[in-house]
């Protein structure tokens, strides 16, 4: 929701805050503008997952009825579930930047505890992550909408994904909104020519994926190094080792959203 058009306050992005209502309607347009240009560009089905905080943002009486809606936050693979190598190409909508950007509309990683995620050396953000996923099955992630530094931060682990701005961040709260109108027919147009252009590769699949995980809180790496296979290299970081990426993403999930330290 963070990288939705119109979206700029905290009272937006969560179902306590006054603004919620609107931001989920905002948040539903985004997404309809991409399905209509998905089905345009000569898509055959689309799947929706909804994948902002409680992940049941999206209501499914305004979705685009021809598209399906992956629905809960309690999911192995939280954004990404549901993919699978039958599928011919991802769209990224409503993104934003990676934890630690000095610049960007609600920079985190993640439920927020993460100070840096690094995949094989290489640090991520939500899109980047994803896109380690999308590369395990051979699908291109061919599109993504967001604010400014989150579509140039796809790019750096996605360069031939296209990007369509809705927002200039001014710094991580203060956003220059660009007009609803304009954004949804730009996500409409971008859409519909990347789908058409989609061409899958071969899957990537790399001996082992490292994934070192810096968090601000100490106490998470402290209960997760209970488990023998992560390494704590220091009081706030862990690191261990898969030898697929659906098994990273996994642990990456359960150690940033389901370490409960209250």
Do not use: C
């Amino acid at each position: 929701m963070e990288g939705i058009s119109g979206v700029n306050s905290d009272n937006q992005t969560s179902a306590a805050g006054a603004e919620y209502g609107r931001a989920r309607k905002l948040m539903v347009e985004d997404a309809n503008a991409a399905i209509r240009g998905a089905f345009e560009g000569g898509a055959m089905q689309v799947v929706v997952n909804d994948s902002h905080g409680s992940q049941r943002n999206i209501l499914p009486e305004d979705l685009d009825q021809r598209a399906h809606l992956i629905s809960h936050s309690f999911k192995r693979h939280g954004m990404m579930e549901g993919l699978d190598s039958t599928f011919d190409a991802i769209i990224f909508v409503g993104y934003h930047a990676k934890a630690g950007s000095p610049r960007g509309v609600f920079a985190h990683t993640g439920s927020g505890v993460l100070r840096d995620l690094q995949i094989n050396g290489q640090s991520v953000g939500e899109g980047g992550m994803n896109a380690f996923l999308a590369r395990w099955f051979g699908v291109p992630v061919i599109m993504i909408t967001g604010d400014d530094v989150a579509v140039a931060e796809q790019k750096e682990t996605t360069p031939q994904v296209r990007g369509v701005t809705v927002k200039r961040a001014i710094n991580s709260r203060a956003v220059e909104l660009r007009p609803l109108a304009d954004t949804r027919k730009e996500i409409q147009e971008v859409a519909k020519a990347t789908v058409a252009a989609a061409r899958k590769a071969p899957p990537e699949r790399l001996a082992r994926y490292v994934v070192r995980m810096e968090m601000r809180d100490p106490t998470i790496p402290e209960v997760a190094s209970a488990f023998r296979e992560i390494r704590l290299v220091n009081p706030t970081t862990v690191e261990f080792t898969r030898e697929s990426m659906p098994d990273a993403y996994r642990l990456i999930r359960v150690i940033y959203r389901f370490i409960n330290t209250d």
